[in-house]
């Protein structure tokens, strides 16, 4: 099947700094890449949808200048926390768009743990 | 609105044995796809199974199979021969194919496997 990758998979961060994740279609195009956060003990929560070559989707209550999304070609997009504090700290997940029509799937990313200190 | 419910907070089941999860969702598309996916502690994102609305047949995935009432909308996640394996959060998901794409999850249900 088809593969998702992110990277980094764990990351801490002191407060007031920017973390980058990255998220990447390994062996197909994806025009449209999304981004979840996940509670512990709870379902995934969209954030935002990422389309190629055009500004992100958000999802109501998700503040745009805090998370960047960045889908500039169709195999990558990032996700920038900024001036992450520790109510930031979460676990993100990104998914990617596969096919069109009957055949089509999501298929998702292992997932980044944030620790913001 | 869309909106997936999963009622079954947790399960248990022995292992070899059958278990089912439930899913019920709410929409008035008639054109959608409907998925069971798989997270195990690894908390990696696994597709179990996927089925189209306008398809009658229930999916079949080896040990995986779906009991897909459209008329009740309700999508059923039988799980047969049960193994250690499949002790994860199950969380069923709704995707219409028109208007604005974006997956519906429910809340999870958690899947003990006994020994």
């Known amino acids: 099947g088809a593969v998702v990758s992110q990277h980094p998979s764990w990351v801490i961060c002191k407060s007031g700094t920017s973390v980058k994740i990255e998220c990447r279609s390994l062996d197909f195009q994806a025009t449209t890449m999304f981004w979840y956060r996940q509670f512990p003990k709870q379902s995934l929560m969209l954030m935002a949808t990422?389309?190629?070559?055009?500004?992100?989707?958000?999802e109501q209550g998700v503040e745009k200048d805090k998370f960047l999304i960045n889908h500039a070609s169709l195999t990558l997009s990032t996700l920038t926390v900024t001036s992450a504090h520790p109510e930031d700290s979460s676990f993100y997940i990104c998914?990617?768009?596969?096919?069109?029509?009957?055949?089509?799937?999501?298929?998702f990313g292992p997932g980044t743990r944030l620790l913001v200190l | 609105a869309q909106t997936v419910t999963q009622s079954q907070p947790e399960m248990s089941v022995q292992e070899a044995e059958t278990v089912t999860l439930s899913c019920t969702y709410d929409t008035s598309e008639s054109d959608y796809y409907l998925f069971w996916y798989k997270q195990p502690p690894s908390r990696q994102m696994i597709l179990v199974i996927r089925?189209?609305?306008?398809?009658?047949q229930n999916a079949t995935e080896n040990r995986f199979s779906v009991n897909f009432q459209k008329a009740a909308k309700s999508f059923s996640l039988k799980i047969s021969d049960s193994q250690l394996g499949d002790a994860a959060m199950y969380f069923c998901?709704?995707?219409?194919?028109?208007?604005?794409?974006?997956?519906?999850f429910g809340t999870g249900t958690r899947l003990k496997v006994l020994a």
């Open positions: 990422s389309n190629e070559g055009s500004k992100a989707t958000y």
């Open positions: 998914s990617a768009r596969s096919g069109t029509g009957v055949g089509e799937t999501q298929y």
């Open positions: 998901a709704y995707i219409t194919t028109s208007g604005t794409y974006k997956y519906i």
């Open positions: 089925q189209e609305a306008y398809k009658q």
